[in-house]
């Protein structure tokens, strides 16, 4: 597995958006996520391309 896995305030960065907004997207299902142990959100960067290239194709 290659999938390298971003902290939210990572993802935050990569999208330059707030932690609110990045917790909407994961509660929406828009984004994936995993839980690492009791408290450690960790975001895919392969689940963050698929949202990013998904924006991206819905602009077209």
Do not use: F, H
């Not at 896995?5 to 609110?20: C, E, F, Y």
């Not at 299902?29 to 290239?53: F, K, N, Q, W």
Request: glycine letters at 4%; hydrophobic letters at 45%.
């Amino acid at each position: 597995m290659t999938s390298e896995l971003l902290t939210v305030p990572q993802a935050m960065a990569v999208l330059k958006v707030s932690r609110w907004t990045l917790y909407n997207l994961i509660r929406s299902g828009e984004l994936a996520s995993i839980v690492v142990g009791v408290r450690c959100r960790r975001i895919p960067s392969s689940a963050l391309d698929a949202y990013i290239t998904r924006l991206c194709e819905e602009a077209i």
